[in-house]
């Protein structure tokens, strides 16, 4: 399993940004995929979830601010992220479920929310 995150940045509060995961060695039209985050000195944590037939669920934080979704064609996940606040500054992860259990991570890219 390969997955790839892309997209962070540096953003203002209130700003936007899209992230991609592009997946590979999975099944991907059949796999749930969710996104994860880490900021410093914290635990990872759940921030939102997408099922293959694209039911997706979302941690009580960022409901309402931010979308996932996917493209099965693409093999690609994409976290929509709107309003950010600067508590939302973190290591951004994609990952299966299986590999969340295994404890097996990409390198997720950074999303720095500051002005």
């Known amino acids: 399993v390969q997955l790839v995150e892309s997209g962070g940045g540096l953003v203002q509060p209130g700003g936007s940004l899209r992230l991609s995961c592009s997946a590979s060695?999975?099944?991907?039209?059949?796999?749930?995929m969710d996104w994860y985050r880490q900021a410093p000195g914290k635990q990872r944590e759940l921030v939102a979830g997408?099922?293959?037939?694209?039911?997706?669920n979302y941690a009580d934080s960022v409901k309402g601010r931010f979308t996932i979704s996917r493209d099965n064609v693409k093999n690609t996940m994409y976290l929509q992220m709107n309003s950010l606040k600067p508590e939302d500054t973190a290591v951004y992860y994609c990952?299966?479920?299986?590999?969340?259990?295994?404890?097996?991570w990409g390198q997720g890219t950074q999303v720095t929310v500051s002005s």
């Open positions: 990952n299966t479920v299986a590999n969340a259990l295994r404890d097996s």
């Open positions: 060695g999975i099944i991907f039209s059949i796999t749930a």
């Open positions: 997408i099922s293959s037939a694209g039911v997706s």
